[in-house]
C-alpha cells in the first residue's frame, strides 16, 4: 500500500491569505486527489490531480480558489487562494495504486486549516 | 448519480457488544467498488475494506466482517467484540468503474465505544 504524508499537518491563516499543502507518496501512483472535510461533515472530492496537465475539479470547486500541481507521479500541492473562515476544514490527499485492478485509494494524514 | 447512505450518525455501545453499522448505495455502473475507511480522532484515514460489485462473498478479518448484498444494495459492517478503540467515525464509500476513481463518502457513523 502506498504511504502518504502531508505538510504542514496543521495551520492557522489569517484571512485573505493562502496557504499551500503539500502531499508526498513513497511510489509512483497513478492518481491523485484532493479532499476537504469541513468540521463535522463527509469528505467532499475537490479535484482529480493529473500528472503533466492540468486538474479536474468537481462542482462547486475552481481552480483560482484551489490551484493543483502535479509535477511528478509522487507529488502534489493545493494550495487554497484568499482564504475565508468558510475554509477552514481538513484537506486530505489519497492517491489510487498503480495497479488499477485494486482501485484502492490510501490518504495522508491531512491538513487542519483554521482561517481566522 | 451515485450516493451513499449512512443512516446511523452516532451509535453508542459498551465494550464487548457487537455493532452493525449499515451502508446503503446508489449507483447506475454495473460494475463498482465498495469501500469502508475508519477515522479516529486524531484525523487520518485508514482503509478497512475494498469490495468489487461482483464479489458477493462476506469477508471476515479478526474482529470485523462485512456483508455485501446487491440485491438491497447494502454493504454493512460489523465488529464483534467491540473494544474502546474502535471509537472513531466511519465512513462507507462508492467508486463507479467509470468514475476515474472518484470516491463518492457517505455522511459518516460515530461510532464510541464505553468502557
Known amino acids: 500500500s502506498a504511504v502518504i504524508s502531508q505538510k504542514p499537518s496543521r495551520d492557522i491563516c489569517q484571512r485573505g491569505t493562502s496557504l499551500t499543502i503539500q502531499c508526498q507518496v513513497d511510489?509512483?501512483?497513478?492518481?491523485m486527489f484532493w479532499y476537504r472535510q469541513q468540521p463535522g461533515q463527509s469528505l467532499t472530492l475537490i479535484a482529480t490531480a493529473n500528472q503533466g496537465s492540468e486538474a479536474t475539479y468537481e462542482s462547486g470547486f475552481v481552480i483560482d480558489k484551489f490551484p493543483i500541481s502535479r509535477p511528478n507521479l509522487t507529488f502534489s500541492t493545493l494550495t487554497v487562494s484568499n482564504m475565508s473562515p468558510e475554509d477552514s476544514s481538513i484537506y486530505l490527499c489519497s492517491a489510487r495504486d498503480r495497479d488499477s485492478s485494486t482501485d484502492t485509494q490510501y490518504f495522508g494524514p491531512g491538513t487542519r486549516l483554521t482561517v481566522l | 448519480a451515485q450516493k451513499v447512505t449512512q443512516a446511523q450518525t452516532e451509535i453508542s455501545v459498551v465494550e464487548k457488544e457487537d455493532v452493525t453499522l449499515d451502508c446503503v448505495y446508489e449507483?447506475?455502473?454495473?460494475?463498482?467498488?465498495l469501500f469502508w475507511y475508519k477515522q479516529p480522532p486524531s484525523g487520518e484515514l485508514v482503509f478497512l475494506i475494498r469490495r468489487n460489485s461482483f464479489d458477493e462473498q462476506n469477508e471476515i478479518s479478526g474482529r470485523y466482517s462485512w456483508n455485501f448484498q446487491k440485491s438491497t444494495s447494502s454493504f454493512n459492517f460489523t465488529i464483534t467484540a467491540s473494544q474502546v478503540v474502535d471509537s472513531a467515525v466511519y465512513f462507507c464509500?462508492?467508486?463507479?468503474?467509470?468514475?476515474?476513481?472518484?470516491?463518492?463518502f457517505g455522511q459518516g457513523t460515530e461510532l464510541s465505544v464505553k468502557p
Open positions: 464509500a462508492l467508486s463507479g468503474h467509470n468514475q476515474g476513481g472518484k470516491l463518492i
Open positions: 449507483t447506475r455502473d454495473t460494475t463498482y467498488y
Open positions: 511510489s509512483q501512483v497513478t492518481m
